[in-house]
């Protein structure tokens, strides 16, 4: 027989049954150890109770507060993110201080041992370890749950969990939707005395002005300004016919045309009429002188009418004369009169145009502040709206209960996985042992042991006799 058989032999069934049956007691005794040990320490282990609740968390596509929006592909994102929120040390604060936990013996006795800071984060780090929070496949509905010593703590802080998640939540909503409000409003005020000091300023200026339409008193200046041009076109065009006339006299004046004969006067009527009288005259004298001698009265009388009635036409058609060249002069005077009208009516024109300009601008400031403000103040009244209808997008589906029966130890399955691994653990060590020291069990052993098979079964054959 081969003390030392070769190890890299595999075990045939054969071999592995005659090794089971040899070593059956080596193995219930490991596995019965493993028993023991996995019975000593499920007892041991402290009880734990665990309490779940259900929440259904959703999110708005379109939020009214922020105004962005959500898109599906993000679901997954969104609620891993609710998770750790849920899991987070704020929601874990919030829980403390809603339960008082803060105030217990326990707590104060670590404070005092290890400080107020060191104690608070412990408990928090505690909170959260045992807070476990599942989450199904494609799936928004997130299963809550608590591990606690006791089945009340376990109910207790489980629904504590859920409702500090719940206020932590609004929270953050209606930060936001407050964030939001304070912008909104001081936007709206800025806005508003902008929209003020645009008004004062308006009115200021109308006040310094005197203008109160925006364009009635230009448009009546403007047409007086019209009408003073067509005015001062009429005098300059007379002016120039008035200039042209007695320009024409003087010159047939300086060619000897006696005054009374120019062809102005044959304009005056009354002038005309004292020539007719003359003529009158002038024949009555023709008929008288042959009859009536020279130094009689009557003719001496009509003469001397006569010679009157020449000195009236000889002053009266020096006044035309004179009169032509005044009326020229009366025309320049009217025209630089008029110059100096329009002159100044166009410079008023001109700075009322100036002053409807400027109120333009104010009002054109103040109407685009106007309307800004009213697009802010409508988007604000909108803001207001949502953030008072804004509910939380979650809802409580089940709340946490009394849990019947505690989560761990779970005796039943730590019984199971102790024989298990008893099991494993000797049927291991079985093996290393068989294979260290090969022993000869069976007819497979001796032909893997003896070169001569005859033997080996004469042997056998005489081993089952014997026996």
């Known amino acids: 027989m081969n003390p030392n058989p070769d190890t890299s032999t595999l075990f045939t069934l054969q071999q592995l049954a005659a090794m089971l049956r040899a070593r059956q007691r080596q193995i219930l005794a490991i596995t019965l150890g493993f028993l023991l040990l996995g019975t000593a320490v499920t007892l041991l282990l402290p009880t734990v109770w665990t309490a779940s609740s259900d929440l259904y968390i959703d999110y708005k596509e379109n939020d009214p507060i922020s105004g962005r929006g959500l898109s599906a592909m993000l679901d997954d994102s969104y609620m891993q993110t609710q998770i750790d929120m849920i899991r987070s040390h704020v929601v874990a604060e919030e829980v403390i201080r809603a339960q008082s936990l803060g105030e217990t013996a326990q707590y104060r006795e670590l404070a005092q041992k290890h400080g107020e800071a060191r104690a608070k984060d412990q408990l928090v780090e505690q909170l959260v370890r045992n807070t476990q929070v599942e989450k199904a496949r494609n799936s928004r509905v997130l299963s809550v749950s608590y ?249 409580v589906l089940r709340e946490a209960t009394l849990p019947t029966s505690p989560s761990r130890p779970r005796l039943a399955s730590n019984l199971v996985a102790s024989i298990l691994a008893g099991l494993f653990i000797a049927l291991s060590f079985a093996f290393l042992q068989e294979l260290r020291h090969r022993k000869v069990r069976c007819l497979d052993d001796l032909r893997r042991s003896i070169p001569d098979p005859l033997l080996g079964q004469i042997g056998n054959h005489l081993g089952k006799e014997s026996a």
């Open 147 to 395: 591990d606690a010593p006791n089945a009340e703590d376990a109910q207790r802080m489980t629904n504590a969990v859920v409702r500090a998640y719940i206020d932590v939540t609004l929270r953050v909503v209606s930060s936001s939707a407050r964030s939001l409000r304070e912008q909104y409003s001081a936007q709206l005020d800025a806005l508003r005395a902008e929209a003020d000091a645009i008004q004062e300023k308006l009115t200021q200026y109308r006040q310094q002005t005197g203008l109160i339409g925006d364009t009635e008193n230009t448009d009546r200046d403007a047409q007086l300004l019209d009408q003073l041009t067509n005015t001062l076109s009429m005098i300059q065009t007379r002016r120039l016919e008035a200039q042209t006339r007695f320009a024409s006299l003087q010159s047939s004046v300086r060619t000897g045309t006696p005054v009374e004969q120019l062809p102005i006067t044959s304009q005056i009527t009354p002038l005309n009429d004292m020539r007719s009288r003359l003529n009158e005259i002038d024949r009555r004298l023709n008929e008288l002188r042959p009859t009536l001698g020279n130094r009689h009265p009557t003719l001496l009388g009509l003469e001397a009418e006569r010679d009157e009635l020449q000195r009236r036409i000889q002053t009266a058609a020096r006044l035309a004369y004179q009169s032509t060249g005044a009326e020229a002069d009366q025309l320049a005077a009217q025209e630089r009169d008029l110059q100096r009208q329009i002159e100044q009516q166009r410079d008023k024109v001109l700075e009322q145009l100036q002053h409807r300009d400027r109120i333009a601008s104010y009002q054109r400031q103040q109407a685009s502040v106007e309307q800004v403000y009213r697009s802010a103040l409508q988007k604000y009244d909108s803001l207001l709206m949502a953030s008072n209808i804004t509910a939380p997008n979650l809802a």
